[in-house]
């Protein structure tokens, strides 16, 4: 009954699906590589919705703001298979994919700098990869969230796969707000209105 009620109200009104990456398990929890699930699970908090049912391999949570009805969700996946969940998610809601905010890492990011884009390639993350492969598709929005270049001889794989810092881990929480709140933004105003505030590096003024 949940289901199918649930597929008769996608017709008309298809949910935002936000997807944090990351990779399952409690081993990766706190790693770089996992902030998408960080940021999913601040989402989660906000708008008080639970990660209480397992769909096309992916913990998720629906929720509601401002009118909009708002599907979270983490892939149960390794990160490089992460379009196989994706993919089946967007099906099952019908949901086009202006719709879908995917939020991951980047390396090429100094840590505590976020990036909107409103589509685009995978430069080389796995997790987009295969969202891309899969969806036949870059055409679809995405939060970067900067995780810092490894230092000295340390290889990037290793660097992604450690846990953040206690310097990191400091600010880290400020960093998840931030996130959180531009994936707020992408909900209620759109892609633009989400890049034009988030995109302009950490001291913007937030009203």
């Known amino acids: 009954m949940f289901f199918r009620r649930r597929k008769k109200e996608t017709l008309s009104n298809p949910p935002f699906l936000i997807v944090g990456l990351g990779n399952p398990g409690p081993e990766y929890k706190f790693n770089r590589h996992n902030i998408g699930f960080m ?19 992916a913990l998720v949570a629906q929720a509601r703001c401002s009118q909009q009805r708002i599907i979270l969700a983490k892939p149960r996946t390794y990160m490089n298979r992460s379009g196989s969940a994706v993919g089946a998610l967007l099906r099952f809601y019908k949901a086009p994919p202006g719709k879908l905010l995917v939020i991951y890492d980047d390396v090429d990011l100094p840590f505590e700098t976020l990036r909107l884009r409103s ?59 931030r996130a959180s709140k531009a994936a707020m933004t992408f909900i209620e105003e759109g892609i633009v209105a989400a890049m034009n505030k988030y995109n302009r590096g950490k001291e913007e003024n937030e009203e």
């Open 119 to 177: 589509e685009g390639g995978s430069a080389g993350h796995n997790g987009m990869k295969s969202i891309i492969e899969n969806l036949g598709s870059q055409e679809f929005a995405r939060l970067r969230v900067g995780v810092g270049r490894p230092k000295g001889r340390m290889r990037t794989p290793d660097h992604v796969l450690q846990d953040f810092s206690k310097a990191e881990q400091g600010v880290l929480t400020f960093v998840l707000e």
């Open 39 to 57: 940021v999913a699970d601040e989402l989660a908090r906000k708008l008080e919705a639970e990660f209480g049912r397992v769909q096309s391999n």
